[in-house]
């Protein structure tokens, strides 16, 4: 089985700044790509960035410039860093990863639980 696990979430004012943390655990033989999703009260869930395998990535609108997704292949992790938060950006964030588990020969998509991001005014 595999686990992932999101952290840095919190409360943080207009115009500050947050760094998510995505770390997945198991067996896991390798992991082909990243993504972040987030989902506020009452929306749908929607793409923030996704970094795939390559290192190509890609970014929602709302995130170009100020969002950064990046990915540690040693310790199976990944990370976003968010700047100049604004309100809209209150959510929560959900991390997931598509990765071959060991024994397996197709990829598969792993979610975490997901991590509460509340920026004030």
């Known amino acids: 089985q595999v686990q992932l696990v999101e952290s840095g979430g919190g409360l943080v004012q207009v115009g500050g700044s947050l760094r998510l943390s995505c770390t997945a655990s198991?067996?896991?033989?390798?992991?082909?790509?990243w993504g972040w999703y987030r989902q506020a009260p009452g929306q749908q869930r929607e793409m923030v960035a996704v970094?795939?395998?390559?290192?190509?990535?890609n970014y929602g609108d709302f995130a170009q410039g100020r969002f950064h997704i990046s990915r540690d292949n040693a310790k199976n992790m990944a990370y976003l860093e968010m700047n100049n938060l604004k309100s809209g950006d209150t959510g929560v964030y959900y991390c997931?990863?598509?990765?071959?588990?060991?024994?397996?020969?197709?990829?598969?998509?792993?979610w975490g639980q997901g991590t509460q991001v509340t920026v004030s005014s």
């Open positions: 198991g067996s896991i033989s390798k992991i082909i790509g």
């Open positions: 970094d795939v395998s390559g290192g190509a990535t």
């Open positions: 997931n990863a598509v990765l071959v588990e060991r024994g397996q020969r197709t990829p598969s998509t792993s």
